[in-house]
């Protein structure tokens, strides 16, 4: 009894120092690549910087209350909130028709699934250029389609009427395919027999997806709204390249405007400030996302 | 199933698109990662390397490599990568090396308070005694000379270009419609008008790039008011709620609202080149831009030249206005070539910036439409010589506002004057916001 008792300990002791040793390498690499990054934006965001000169000066919150105050700043979160927002309402639903779609025909539909997954493919930045051509206001294809019929020419990445739906729609474009994929991996993991005992006792296809394969795709969806969330409140790359958050701010995000002011400006006190805003608010954002959709399990 | 068919035609159509604009870029990229290649399989053994970043486009780039390959061939003991930069990204490029210490040997900047910071951080190397080596530093143009220099101090070559700004027009379209180059702002005004009522658009004009739409702004504000409310603006004695100022941003509305810019200008970006097609096209009849003009051409589109469309006029005169109406908006040397402190070898790095000057390389530039900053230096091309005229004859040049003003500052400056052309703000907000800007930074 006694002997069993120590030799479970010691098996927890190895098991404690096997941990360690494997988790160690992983938390040295999170250690030196992520905390230590955002602990130094923290600090950097109390300084009057340039970004490259030796004398930093320390100047307390003034960045931070230059941030609360900063209309260009919570312009570009609104701008980051509709991108969220429109991204879940755009690309999930299509990501998820699409994938329906292929998860019925089954292999006829690889030529499909190939086709539009190439978007994903892609890289924002050639992304960016190919829709900065393809929407020029003067040889675009919009603009031909609208003179084709009559009309003038149609100016979407000009106009900050028209800039930032115009981006969240390429945005779409680029992301569906993503999702896509990530539910047809969904539902492969759903077991075959149970679309067979749904069938042998009478249900349609269509109840079928509402009552069964929705409900159980639900962990599934759940983690892609959470990714669509992070991703779209940190987006940059492709709106970089396409307008670069202009004109006048009207496509300006969080992450374009950090950028500008830290390598554009020079103010790389001010940027850090800015990093460290975002990482508050896309954390708060994501806690609140990940707890309201597990509370609603329970 | 029909349905399936019509998505997999318009995805196909899709695709087909997408690996054409891949084709695209990939050739584009192909270049630069060349050159790098080379100098990868060239490093042997001892070999000094040296970096060269320049920000040169098209046909400019060969006749640097070509350069580089002469200096690399009398001087074997070096071992040379030339990187081509986005102009766009390249402050960002400078400043992310300048954190990491890894700043080339030899790189550009565009002179200005910037390049003062970087020379107070001590990040540029002091090329007077290389300079001043057998005169070299006296076959350039003294107001190159000046722009490179800081403290008493030469610390660039000013090697690309003297670039001014002025108006460059299509011929064709003049003559199409019987329009002279004109000589006052309001005879501009009626050339535009009668562009306009045409279906040409008088400028083209490519604002995502910001520096693009501000050339108008800074123009304007030079005719109303010379030189000095700039620098007193800027030196904090005056503000940029001048009336200059103010003129050169109601200008600016009152043109955007006669559609004198072509459609869709605020969303159309330089390096891509949007606004040139219509430029070339004959579909737009004008375009502000400095001097560099003349070899973008000829690298992107020499039967253009070779059809001798293109004609220059100097940026009209304001009526009633005393400012000096041949005062030029510009810089003389365009880009400066710098050595970085961090060389392992500055000498040598000053003798591959002289490789991009010597005669061959003079003959090549000249070639492209290139207005060397050396006094020596003469061209046979008409629209060259009249550029080459009108800043001889100029009684100061204005170093644009984006390169002159600090950093944090110039942004606003593009950023308000980007505003005032989308009529998003009025001159008099724009005006204030990049006061307050100068304001803060003055303060600081």
């Not at chain 1, 404690?16 to 494997?22: E, H, L, N, Q, T």
């Not at chain 1, 998860?103 to 924002?124: A, E, Q, T, Y």
């Not at chain 2, 960002?92 to 700043?103: E, F, K, P, R, V």
């Not at chain 2, 973008?296 to 469309?309: C, M, P, S, V, W």
Request: aromatic share 12%; glycine share 8%; charged share 15%.
């Amino acid at each position: 009894m006694k002997k069993e008792s120590s030799m479970s300990l010691r098996r927890r002791k190895e098991t404690a120092v096997a941990a360690a040793v494997f988790l160690v390498p992983a938390l040295l690499v999170i250690a030196v690549f992520v905390i230590y990054p955002i602990l130094q934006s923290f600090i950097t965001s109390g300084y009057e910087w340039n970004g490259y000169s030796s004398n930093k000066s320390f100047i307390g919150l003034a960045n931070w209350a230059e941030l609360l105050k900063d209309k260009v700043f919570w312009n570009a979160f609104k701008n980051n909130l509709l991108v969220m927002v429109l991204s879940i309402v755009i690309q999930m639903p299509i990501g998820l028709a699409l994938a329906t779609f292929l998860d019925k025909v089954g292999r006829k539909g690889n030529v499909c699934k190939v086709i539009w997954f190439i978007p994903m493919l892609m890289s924002s930045v050639a992304i960016g250029y190919l829709f900065r051509y393809a929407l020029d206001a003067n040889t675009g294809f919009v603009t031909a389609i609208s003179k084709f019929f009559g009309g003038g020419t149609v100016d979407l990445l000009g106009n900050t009427g028209t800039v930032l739906i115009t981006c969240i729609f390429i945005i779409a474009w680029q992301f569906i395919p993503f999702y896509m994929v990530y539910y047809l991996a969904g539902y492969s993991g759903l077991p075959s027999d149970v679309h067979e005992a749904a069938m042998v006792d009478g249900a349609t296809e269509s109840q079928y997806f509402w009552q069964i394969s929705l409900p159980l795709l639900k962990p599934t969806i759940k983690s892609a709204v959470v990714l669509s969330i992070v991703g779209s409140l940190k987006y940059f790359d492709l709106v970089y390249v396409l307008t670069n958050g202009g004109p006048s701010h009207a496509s300006e995000l969080m992450a374009t405007y950090m950028y500008s002011n830290a390598f554009s400006s020079y103010r790389m006190g001010y940027a850090s400030a800015i990093a460290s805003g975002m990482f508050l608010l896309i954390s708060v954002i994501a806690i609140v996302t990940m707890r309201v959709l597990n509370g609603k399990e329970d | 199933m029909r349905k399936m068919k019509k998505l997999a035609a318009g995805s196909l159509a899709a695709c087909m698109f997408l690996l054409t604009a891949c084709g695209g870029t990939k050739d584009a990229a192909a270049d630069p990662g060349v050159s790098e290649g080379a100098g990868e399989t060239a490093a042997a053994g001892d070999k000094i390397p040296l970096t060269l970043w320049h920000i040169q486009t098209g046909t400019m780039n060969d006749v640097i490599q070509a350069s580089v390959d002469r200096f690399v061939a009398e001087n074997p003991q070096y071992d040379v990568t030339v990187v081509e930069k986005q102009n766009d990204s390249y402050k960002s490029d400078l400043s992310l090396a300048i954190n990491a210490g890894t700043l080339p040997d030899v790189f550009i900047t565009w002179g200005g308070q910037t390049m003062y910071d970087y020379i107070d951080e001590g990040l540029i190397y002091d090329i007077t005694d290389l300079m001043k080596e057998d005169g070299y530093a006296d076959s350039f143009v003294d107001a190159g000379i000046a722009q490179c220099s800081y403290n008493g101090s030469i610390y660039a070559v000013p090697v690309e270009n003297i670039s001014v700004a002025g108006i460059f027009y299509n011929k064709d379209v003049f003559a199409k419609y019987n329009l002279q180059e004109p000589s006052t702002i309001a005879e501009l005004e009626a050339v535009c008008d009668t562009l306009v009522s045409n279906g040409v658009a008088p400028f083209a004009l490519a604002n995502s790039t910001q520096w693009t739409g501000s050339m108008y702004f800074q123009y304007l504000a030079t005719r109303y008011g010379g030189l000095e409310p700039f620098a007193d603006a800027a030196a904090g004695e005056g503000s940029f709620e001048n009336d200059a100022f103010v003129y050169a941003g109601k200008t600016i509305q009152d043109w955007v609202n006669k559609k004198y810019f072509c459609d869709g200008f605020n969303g159309m970006d330089d390096d891509s080149g949007q606004a040139r097609m219509l430029f070339y096209s004959g579909n737009a009849a004008m375009d502000l831009m400095g001097s560099w003009f003349v070899s973008t051409i000829a690298g992107e589109n020499q039967q253009f030249l070779d059809d001798d469309k293109l004609g220059f006029f100097p940026f009209p005169a304001l009526d009633g206005s005393e400012a000096d109406p041949s005062l030029c908006l510009g810089t003389i040397g365009d880009n400066l070539y710098c050595v970085s402190a961090s060389s392992k070898d500055p000498e040598g790095a000053f003798h591959l910036i002289q490789s991009l000057l010597d005669d061959e390389a003079q003959t090549e530039r000249t070639a492209n439409g290139k207005i060397i900053p050396l006094k020596s230096f003469s061209s046979d091309n008409e629209v060259v010589n009249e550029v080459l005229d009108t800043v001889n004859s100029a009684s100061g040049i204005q170093l644009w506002y984006d390169q002159y003003l600090p950093a944090e500052v110039a942004e606003v400056h593009k950023q308000t004057s980007q505003e005032i052309f989308g009529l998003t703000m009025t001159p008099e907000e724009a005006n204030a916001e990049l006061q307050s800007a100068m304001t803060s930074y003055l303060n600081k």
